[in-house]
């Protein structure tokens, strides 16, 4: 009983320190990761390149094939899952946002990191969206821990 008391003073009076250093101060949120003209100019050429036959030139994707890539959960959600689906490909049946896509997306794991950064960030800055860019480093993470499986 005595040491829970003594926690629970410990833990009160650290969060009152904390408080009364940070009283007064706005916290800042992370700002999103710049996309530069040169990420966005990459980007598109490789969107070109391998994107542009299944997800079309304005990004719509075509209907019960394959997706949008137009303000969709899959693009503007969850980073680690979008690499993925870049890494790894996408089976078929896939439900995205309510709607099933018949095509089966392949791998495009022999991109660089670089190339899929810049693909992915000018995915996520185009058609409609905008969202924060995808670093070389969140790439070659995941990547890591995928050949680690």
Known sequence: MKSTLM???ILTVGGAKLLAQTKGKKVVAAKPQAVTGAVMANGKKIYNQYCLACHMADGAGVPNMNPPLTKTSYVLGDKT????????GLATGEEIDGETYTNVMPAHNFLSDQEVADVLSFVRNSFGNKAAG????????IRIKNTKK
């Open 7 to 9: 926690i629970l003073l």
């Open 81 to 88: 899952r979008l690499i993925n689906v870049i890494l790894n």
């Open 134 to 141: 995808i670093s070389v480093a969140e790439v070659k993470a």
